[in-house]
């Protein structure tokens, strides 16, 4: 018997993953921009837990903890329909750093680093609490500040 690699349980296949584990890896082993080693990483850093049959994994969200499993097909996702749905992520555009992010969450911040994206949806919801012609200057000026550094 051997340890997945990823949930630490055990399993008696020659792979480094459990089976259930595993089916999420192979979704993502021939996608060259995912590095496994990086991918692992990711996966290991969000695993949450089994579902009650055992026969997939659930994982948590980097940036809202909500524990949701990958999809299982190879299916474009939709925006709201697959919402907690979960991908991979680059958590900054251009670093090699993977993390697990819910499908809605992956496509709002698309290629916005991290830090900056953060501040968006903070000036989005203060916006969003108090709107009115007065409040969409001030969000105008908050994301140039974020943006432009202005």
Do not use: W
């Amino acid at each position: 018997m051997v340890k997945c690699d990823i949930c630490e349980e055990e399993h008696c296949l020659a792979t480094q993953s459990c089976s259930a584990c595993n089916k999420v890896v192979k979704k993502y082993q021939n996608k060259t921009k995912y590095p496994m080693d990086k991918l692992r990483d990711a996966l290991i850093h969000a695993y949450s837990h089994k579902g009650t049959d055992n026969n997939e994994s659930h994982f948590k969200c980097e940036y809202t903890g909500i524990v949701s499993k990958f999809n299982s097909k190879n299916e474009t996702l939709g925006t709201s329909k697959d919402a907690f749905i979960l991908t991979l992520d680059h958590k900054d555009s251009g670093s090699k750093e993977l993390v697990v992010s819910l499908n809605i969450i992956n496509k709002m911040k698309s290629d916005i680093p991290f830090d900056k994206f953060e501040k968006v949806v903070i000036a989005l919801g203060e916006h969003f609490k108090n709107e009115s012609e007065e409040s969409s200057k001030e969000l105008e000026k908050t994301l140039k500040q974020i943006f432009d550094g202005s």
